[in-house]
């Protein structure tokens, strides 16, 4: 699901929340060595994801934040913000060439390129929190 996250509404914060949980606590961030990616390249894109970042002709980022549930990778378009949101059951990543991975939610994807270790080592942790949060809910 893709959600303009630009505005600071409650309605919004309740779908984060029902979707992918809280943000976690510092002491937990801290425990985790951070819960944000560095700026990721999108190589590729579902349609939807598509449109919106054509609409300015800049070179095409995103961010991923950990949540206790999921994922949300964030991106920008025009002056808005944008977020992938993805819940860890319908998460599904991809290693493709070297440094390419590919997030996967249900009809809509996000494609990167990893461009040093921090990165690899992020998505390693995504992975780990993903099948901890499956094997607790008795989803694998």
Do not use: Q, W
């Not at 919004?12 to 700026?39: D, H, Y």
């Not at 977020?83 to 494609?111: A, C, Q, R, T």
């Not at 990893?114 to 949060?133: P, Q």
Request: aromatic share 12%; proline share 1%.
């Amino acid at each position: 699901m893709i959600k303009n996250l630009s505005y600071n509404s409650n309605k919004i914060k309740a779908l984060l929340f029902e979707m992918v949980g809280r943000s976690f606590s510092l002491i937990k961030r801290f425990k985790l060595k951070g819960t944000g990616s560095n700026k990721l390249v999108i190589t590729d894109a579902s349609e939807e994801v598509v449109e919106l970042l054509k609409l300015d002709n800049n070179i095409n980022y995103c961010n991923i934040e950990i949540r206790e549930r999921g994922i949300i990778i964030r991106f920008r378009s025009l002056l808005e913000t944008y977020g992938l949101i993805i819940p860890y059951h319908k998460l599904v990543i991809y290693k493709g060439e070297s440094k390419m991975y590919s997030f996967y939610n249900d009809n809509n994807f996000i494609k990167i390129i990893a461009e040093n270790r921090t990165t690899h080592l992020f998505i390693k942790k995504i992975t780990k929190l993903k099948y901890e949060y499956n094997n607790k809910m008795g989803l694998n």
